[in-house]
């Protein structure tokens, strides 16, 4: 089975800090994806990756940057955390060809304080 | 552009009750579509999907065909537990774009 790992499934940070979301997948996909999900407003999409050092934004990148060093491995930064970001972080991976589908994370539980 | 619509929550059954949970789709070309479940506290599970039109995708006793005279893809079980309760996503991908849309989410609360 495809495994998508998050780092961590609940962590708390302060207003100001920096931030890693960390996201690894052990089948080789090309794509990965980073979303939040909010009561009422469903998923909505950060940023993507579709290659090594690949990255396009999303529908609500402000705030947010990524990083996709090796394939495997996709993170999101939160440059300097706000409570507005206080969120469900879900990743994702998928083959180049959509029609194959997603493979989530766990998702991680992130609240700034 | 591709768009994927599904009905609001929440939906609240009694335990063996039958379920349906619309959804329709716009799309160029021939979409692969998808039913995807979240538990509480959990990430998004693929729960079943269907290629191409008049297919049918099962699992875990829910269905749902592929129509494209109706463009919809609803999701159905005959017999709901409270172990179903949970959000789904109906999601459409292929074609011109490299990554899924999907539907706003329906909450299912079944009640014993």
């Known amino acids: 089975d495809v495994k998508v790992t998050q780092s961590s499934r609940y962590l708390v940070k302060r207003t100001g800090e920096k931030v890693f979301l960390e996201c690894v997948q052990d089948?080789?996909?090309?794509?990965m994806f980073w979303y939040r999900q909010d009561p009422g407003l469903g998923l909505r999409l950060i940023y993507f990756?579709?290659?090594?050092?690949?990255?396009e934004k999303g529908d609500i990148p402000e705030g947010y940057s990524v990083s996709r060093e090796k394939k495997e491995r996709f993170s999101l930064i939160l440059e300097s955390a706000s409570t507005n970001q206080t969120s469900m972080y879900l990743c994702?991976?998928?083959?180049?060809?959509?029609?194959?589908?997603?493979?989530f994370g766990s998702g991680t539980r992130l609240t700034v304080v | 552009g591709n768009s994927v619509t599904q009905m609001e929550g929440p939906v609240t059954l009694s335990e063996e009750a039958f379920l349906t949970i619309n959804c329709t789709y716009t799309?160029?070309?021939?979409?692969?579509l998808f039913w995807y479940v979240q538990y509480p506290g959990e990430g998004l599970q693929l729960l079943l999907k269907?290629?191409?039109?008049?297919d049918k995708g099962s699992n875990k006793g829910f269905e749902a065909t592929y129509r494209k005279e109706t463009t919809s893809f609803h999701l159905e079980k005959g017999s709901v537990q409270v172990s179903d309760s949970a959000v789904y996503f109906c999601?459409?991908?292929?074609?011109?774009?490299?990554?899924?849309?999907f539907g706003t989410g329906t909450l299912l609360a079944v009640q014993p």
């Open positions: 994702a991976s998928s083959l180049q060809d959509s029609h194959y589908g997603y493979t």
């Open positions: 089948m080789d996909h090309e794509n």
């Open positions: 990756s579709y290659d090594v050092k690949m990255k």
């Open positions: 799309a160029t070309g021939y979409p692969s």
């Open positions: 269907a290629t191409k039109a008049d």
């Open positions: 999601a459409l991908g292929g074609g011109a774009t490299n990554k899924l849309i």
